[in-house]
């Protein structure tokens, strides 16, 4: 079955960078597009970022452009969300999740990796 | 930006009683290529991440029970759990893929009453 595993969260300062991961397996990965989505504390579901199945196309909230860059191996399995800048706002739940080709929605999800701004 | 609307913020139905949830589209989300609602719906329960429940506004997701049923068009949708069971406890949301960003309502908690 599809397990799609998070890591990398963390507190961090205001200004500073993280890097989470997602391992997938259970599914041809290199053949899905993949997909960020957060959730703040008590709050409600945040799409943040997409990235097309060979990695050639990448989309992004107004939130977060500019400061994440969503990444993809399909060698190793492993999608990336490489945040920069990160402001207390950014805290949350990130889930990594799985695009149901051809369509848009979330048909599998990571647990999550916590990622606490905080100086 | 496509905004949902979810109402209401919360509801608490008896065990075995029906359960309605609605969502809105601040733009269509019907396309008239394919006469496809691009809605869906999920199910988070407390500690876990969502679920997915049903697409194209009324397609159940595999697995998913029949009590959960989807219905709407355009801009106004409703998730309707036809009996409510002990385990349907979650806040529920609908999400638009029409067009990115990919949005979200805010969300609606069912609980028992």
């Known amino acids: 079955q599809v397990q799609l595993v998070e890591s990398g969260g963390g507190v961090v300062q205001p200004g500073r960078s993280l890097r989470l991961s997602c391992v997938a397996s259970g599914f041809t990965f290199r053949s899905y597009g993949m997909h960020w989505v957060r959730q703040a504390p008590r709050k409600g579901l945040e799409w943040v970022a997409m990235?097309?199945?060979?990695?050639?196309?990448?989309y992004y909230a107004d939130s977060v452009k500019g400061r994440f860059t969503i990444s993809r191996d399909n060698s190793q399995n492993t999608l990336y969300l490489q945040m920069n800048s990160l402001r207390p706002e950014d805290t949350a739940v990130y889930y990594c999740?799985?695009?149901?080709?051809?369509?848009?929605?979330?048909?599998?999800w990571g647990q999550g990796s916590l990622v606490t701004v905080s100086s | 930006d496509i905004v949902m609307t979810q109402s209401p913020d919360s509801l608490a139905v008896s065990l075995g009683e029906r359960a309605t949830i609605n969502c809105k589209s601040s733009h269509s989300v019907l396309y008239s290529s394919n006469n496809k609602n691009y809605l869906a719906w999920y199910q988070q329960k407390p500690g876990q991440p969502p679920k997915l429940l049903i697409y194209?506004?009324?397609t159940r997701e595999s697995g998913v029970p029949d009590r959960f049923s989807g219905s709407g068009s355009g801009t106004d949708f409703t998730l309707t759990i036809s009996s409510l069971q002990a385990e349907d406890v979650a806040v529920y949301y609908c999400q638009q893929y029409y067009n990115t960003p990919l949005t979200f309502g805010g969300g609606t908690k069912v609980e028992i009453k």
């Open positions: 194209w506004a009324s």
């Open positions: 999740a799985k695009d149901s080709a051809p369509i848009r929605v979330f048909d599998s």
């Open positions: 990235i097309s199945y060979d990695g050639s196309d990448k």
